[in-house]
């Protein structure tokens, strides 16, 4: 098996570092080399398991996208601390009005088109342009565009609606 690994590894090296390059950006806060390493634990497993990888350049970038997301997934389950002039309220009727507006809002998201859907959710959860660009496998360009023309298709159907988002 060691074997196998080293000859999989020898054939993607370059492939590998230049792919894990060219999708990590220093915007994303991820570390490229831990990326690169966990691909690697990745091709480990998969040839501990299997005899063959039947496609390895393929295989090699869908393995490198999911480590991507992954990461990125973690950073934004990581406690985020609240700015301090920020208060947390048990105010009940702002959070019950809260509640309806996020309601409405993935109502008014249900209804864009799909290109847009997805990069929209997405940059509401949180994401930059960049993490999205990753995650949807689209340039930083496309995703800006499907995003802002998405959020003015949201602020429309809301404002149809009548409701106050600002």
């Known amino acids: 098996m060691t074997a196998r690994l080293d000859a999989l590894l020898t054939e993607l090296c370059k492939p590998l570092r230049s792919l894990v390059r060219s999708r990590v950006s220093p915007a994303l806060g991820l570390d490229a080399d831990e990326i690169e390493q966990e691909v690697r634990?990745?091709?480990?497993?998969?040839?501990?398991?299997e005899n063959?990888?039947?496609h390895p350049p393929s295989y090699l970038h869908r393995a490198v996208m999911s480590v991507i997301v992954d990461h990125i997934r973690k950073l934004r389950r990581a406690p985020q601390p609240l700015p301090e002039d920020v208060?947390?309220?048990d105010n009940a009727d702002a959070q019950t009005r809260s509640a309806q507006l996020g309601a409405l809002i993935a109502r008014a998201l249900?209804?864009?088109?799909?290109?847009?859907?997805?990069?929209?959710?997405l940059h509401l959860q949180g994401f930059d342009l960049a993490q999205i660009a990753v995650m949807e496998g689209e340039s930083e360009a496309t995703v800006r565009n499907l995003v802002y023309r998405g959020l003015d298709e949201l602020k429309a159907t809301l404002q149809q609606w009548g409701a106050s988002y600002e």
Do not use: G
């Open 41 to 49: 634990l990745k091709l480990w497993r998969v040839l501990e398991r």
């Open 52 to 54: 063959t990888i039947v």
């Open 87 to 89: 208060a947390v309220s």
């Open 110 to 121: 249900a209804q864009l088109p799909q290109r847009r859907r997805r990069p929209v959710a």
